[in-house]
């Protein structure tokens, strides 16, 4: 949870590659001696990655994560290097950069090709992630604080195109003890189109209450 974009440079560049080449497996014609090589390479690399030690993100890394102050207005900020959303090391995440605007948390996203559900367009799912992602920023990197998602609506007012970036905007609207209300909008950042809006609960647990979730 600080301002800057977590991650090492050569992992948040590998994550990168492997993104693109699954993107593009989705969406080219493959033939089957360059599938059978690509199968091959994936292979071999996954042995030899797993000689290495494990990374684990425990509690107390969460810890320190809320300990950090919230980035200033403008900067840019990440839950932690391997989230499936904002994680720029995660190849198999969204890759989503995310930064602070005044109260708002502001996050653009481009849904490719193994995004797509109807032809061209981005299946539900990535879209509801991204919002829950912007949401747990509100949380966590505004306010400081842990917890879960307790319920979370979607509605999707246009079709959420492929290859198009899109503008996630989550503000908190209202606390009320432990329960916090958060908005989120989503727009076609090139048009300014409404896209998607959410609504999300969420509720704070102290962090000494989560020191078996990891267990």
């Known amino acids: ?67 950090c102050p919230p980035p200033r207005d403008g900067e840019s900020m990440d839950h932690y290097p391997s989230c499936p959303v904002s994680g720029q090391e995660n190849p198999l995440g969204l890759a989503v950069t995310v930064r602070r605007d005044g109260d708002d948390v502001v996050a653009t996203a481009l849904f490719d090709a193994g995004c ?52 996630f905007r989550g503000r908190l609207d209202r606390r009320e003890g432990r329960k916090l209300f958060i908005e989120a909008t989503a727009h076609d950042k090139a048009s300014g189109r409404l896209l998607a809006e959410a609504q999300g609960l969420f509720i704070e647990v102290p962090v000494e209450a989560l020191e078996n979730v990891d267990r």
Do not use: W
């Not at 974009?5 to 693109?20: E, S």
């Not at 690509?38 to 990374?55: D, K, Q, Y």
């Not at 912007?134 to 492929?162: C, D, E, K, Q, W």
């Open 1 to 67: 949870m600080t301002a800057q974009v977590l991650g090492n440079g050569a992992r948040v560049r590998t994550a990168t590659a492997l993104r693109k080449l699954g993107h593009r497996l989705v969406e080219h014609d493959i033939d089957e001696a360059l599938l059978e090589r690509i199968e091959a390479l994936a292979e071999e690399l996954a042995e030899s990655v797993i000689a290495f030690p494990t990374v684990r993100r425990s509690v107390d890394d969460l810890v320190k994560e809320l300990s």
């Open 116 to 167: 797509a559900g109807m032809p061209g367009v981005s299946h539900g799912g990535p879209v509801a992630a991204v919002f829950d992602d912007v949401m747990g920023f509100v949380l966590s990197t505004l306010n400081g604080l842990s917890g879960f998602t307790a319920s979370m609506t979607v509605s999707y007012r246009a079709p959420v195109r492929i290859g198009i970036e899109v503008e």
